[in-house]
């Protein structure tokens, strides 16, 4: 069978297209240059590169389209407009499966936990969120009344080596790192019981995959492509202090005061998104329907990524 990627040099597409080739699926891959994957696979050699850029390109679903897949992954899609297009394109070629992949963004606030990911009530905070759960909306409405073959999947906070990652204070800055390296004391929002729920890549990618092959169980689905842990972020700091081989030395402030100790309103408000949706996610659904059964933990999936910052240099040891 045919298989479009789109997207596919990023975080997701570097693990599931040699996922893909491997299980011997004719794969077509779409960038939007000569990027190259996290990491490097022979696999990659048998795939059939497609350089295109969706935002650039007015016919880029119509493009698609005519390349004949019998499936598309669509990782790059961030607006309604992109999805409505994609199903235009779609619905009268012979493509029997459409995924799309949209993110734990879209929820908003936790009220029940752990979250649903059937749940057609969400009310998420940014308009990335907004955007990702109109389209989730409009899938779920086109196989309703059409029989859209689209599986919705919802990849959490995606970690791994080689890209930055959600670090102990729920932002991506690497100097909370290096502070517990070299020892030192480490301030954190609140009391620190705020939540993060790192995936690893390639997780997200084996639930990409795993949906393809449960077809009949995926198309009109949603799905959680997540590790089924959280860590809280007093939890993920004495992690690190152990990683580290330092003794723990955490410290709590008010949200105002921990925003002046930053002193960087955008990583602030980065902190408040990420926090603000602190919850907790289950694959209970993703192991009934899909078989899915991760393969790293959230927090063998922090100490690979942070092993590989000190690999790179990025974090220096004392």
Known sequence: ???????????????????????????????????????????????HPVIMDRAKDSEFAIKVAELNPDIVVDLINFTLEDTKAMVKALQHSNC????????????????????????ILKQPLDEYGREKFKSELYLKEMFETTGFPATIIMPGQISGP????????????????????????????????????????????????QAIVHREQAVGESFHA???????LYGYAKLMYKFFNKDPKIGFLPWE?????????????????????????????????LDYHPKYTNVETIKIAVQSYVDRGLILLR
């Not at 499966?97 to 749940?119: I, K, N, Q, T, V």
């Open 226 to 232: 997540v590790s089924g842990g959280s860590i809280t």
């Open 162 to 209: 080689g890209w930055t990652i959600m670090n102990p204070w729920a932002n991506k800055t690497l100097l909370p790192f290096q502070i517990i390296a070299n020892g030192e004391e480490i301030k954190l929002p609140n009391f620190g019981m705020e939540t993060l729920h790192h995936v690893h890549g390639y997780d997200v990618a084996q639930c990409f995959f």
């Open 257 to 289: 005061e921990w925003c002046e100790y930053v002193g960087d309103s955008n990583e602030c408000e980065d902190t408040y998104y990420h926090i603000t949706r602190s919850g907790f996610y289950n694959t209970e659904k993703e192991e009934r329907l």
């Open 96 to 119: 029997s499966h459409y995924l799309y992949c949209s993110s734990c963004w879209a929820h908003g606030r936790a009220e029940m936990l752990p979250f649903d990911p059937d749940d």
């Open 1 to 47: 069978m045919r298989v479009v990627v789109t997207g596919a040099s990023g975080h997701i597409g570097t693990y599931l297209v040699p996922m893909l080739v491997n299980a011997g699926y004719d794969v077509t891959t779409i960038t939007r240059g000569n990027s190259k994957p996290y990491e490097e696979d022979p696999a990659w050699e048998k795939v």
